[in-house]
Structures are given as C-alpha cells and as structure tokens.
C-alpha cells in the first residue's frame, strides 16, 4: 500500500486496483475509508483505480490539526497525490461528498484535470444542497418496497432532527435492498471518522459563486451520473449542479440508488468507461 506526504506533514494512503491508465477516486461519507467503493462495480477491469483514503480514515495518518478536516483544505491533500503520481493531468471520480471535493480541486486546479466523474454527488460546492423535501420525495418512490412502512416514518423522523439515525432507514440508499447492500451498509459506522466528518462541511469550506464561476470555465469534460431512486442528488438537482459545467453530460441510472455500482455493476462501469475513453473535442478535432 503506497503512503506519501501531505503538505503539513500527515501520511496518506492510497491503494491500486485494477490496470490500464489510471482514475484517482475520493470517496465520500464524508470521511469514510475508500473501501467501500470496492472495484466499482468492475471499473478496475478497465481502469486502475487509485482510491485515496482521505486524511484520518483507512490506512491514513490522522492530522495534527483537526481544522484540516475541512473539504476545502483537502484540495492540497488530492494536488500531492497528483504529484506523487507523476501526472500532470488526471481523471477523477469523485463519489457523494467527495464530489464536493473534487469540483473544488477542479476549481483551484483545472489545468490539472483532464476528465471529472461526479457519481450522486450532493453539490454542496455549489451551494445547491439535498433538501429534506427532495430526500422524502425519492424516498416516496419506494412504497411498494416491504420495508417501506416501518422505513419511511423513521427517515421522515431523521429528516426533521426528531429521530437519531435508525438502521432501518438504510434500504433509502440502495437501489436494491438485498444482502449485499445490507452487509456493505453494516460497514459505515467503523469506516468512517466520525469526527472527520463532523468537520467536513464546516463553516469556511465553500464559496459556491466563486466556485460556480470557476467551473464555468472549466475546459474538461464532466459526467454527472445520478441514481434515478437517489435522493441525494434527485435526477433534477443533478441535471442543475451539470448546467454549471460548460461540457458536461448528465446519465441517470436506472433503478439505482446512492451506491450505482452495487445496483447495476455491469450498467455502472460500462458508463463510466465510455466516458472516461471517448475522445475529447480537442482530441477529435485533431484526428479530422
């Protein structure tokens, strides 16, 4: 597992999947240990994956200052990484929270990006944030499912801050509630640092017009995929948080929720490769 350092000193890790050119992967939670990204579904048949434990999860040093837990002092943790790659542009995917994580380091880096994958990224970044109404709505298309009746007055409850977080509000994120989703959702709670998280969102962390106006001028191509039962993004607030990029296309995935690459693996890494391979319209206009 190869470590490097962060610019205040804190060793990072990250860990390699797979072969072919290389996709830098944040994973989201917020702070939770990349693991539970897997292989993405089997991306890594085609990609390598470079999954990076972000500060104080996994196999990551914790920092001596808490403070730099924040998303927008995490940007100088992904711009190591890159240098500890030896790459002078990348392809990065960044899931859920860690989508905020990677349009800021699109924002202050955009010379370093070469393609961007936000997968059911709740834009905070951008100032446009997963309301409860957007939450109860995507939660409403599950009514036929078993669980719903004892699932849905506990996620409504969780929702309004009148309930803690109750496992029975799990099935909401996953397209399938099955064994497999229940076993990867078992996992969160010792996968994440709690405080980490805590802090992530933190006051100071975002800038959403200057950040807005920098994407607007970001030149690379961008993939913002969304889980057609995911409330957070809902299929509309992706397609809003897409129409900031000037060359961004917006998939929903069919039938799936928070985690795409457990609902459908073959839909999921196929999409995303097809992004991640298509020539770009610099690339094409020089093979006319």
Known sequence: MPTFSAPDGTRL?????????????????PMRASAYLG??????????????DLRGTGASEAPADP?????????????????????????LLGHSAGGSLAMLYA???????????LI??????????????DRLAAARLRADEPWFPEAFPAFAGWLAGERDHDPAVLPFFYGRWDAAAAAHAARDETETNEEAADRYHSEGAYDPPATRAALARL????????????????????????AVFPHAECVVQPGA???PWLDDPEWFADRVDAFLSAPDAATARAHR
């Not at 990250?14 to 290389?22: K, N, S, V």
């Not at 403070?67 to 542009?89: F, H, I, K, P």
């Not at 030149?219 to 897409?242: I, K, M, N, S, Y």
């Open 67 to 91: 403070a730099s837990y924040r998303c927008d002092r995490l940007v100088d943790d992904v711009e190591a990484l890159r240098r500890e790659l030896g790459a002078d542009r990348v392809d």
């Open 107 to 117: 924002a202050r880096h955009p010379e370093r990006v070469a393609r961007l994958a």
């Open 39 to 52: 292989d993405l579904g089997g991306l890594d048949r085609r990609r390598r994956l470079v999954l990076l």
């Open 120 to 133: 059911t990224a709740t834009p905070w970044a951008l100032g446009m944030p997963a309301t409860p109404e």
């Open 257 to 259: 929720g928070h985690y």
């Open 13 to 29: 890790a990250y860990h390699l999947r797979g072969e072919g050119a290389p996709l830098v992967v944040l994973p989201g939670g």
């Open 219 to 242: 030149t690379a191509p961008v993939l913002v995929l969304a889980g057609e039962l995911d409330g957070g993004p809902r299929p509309d607030l992706a397609h809003r948080a897409g």
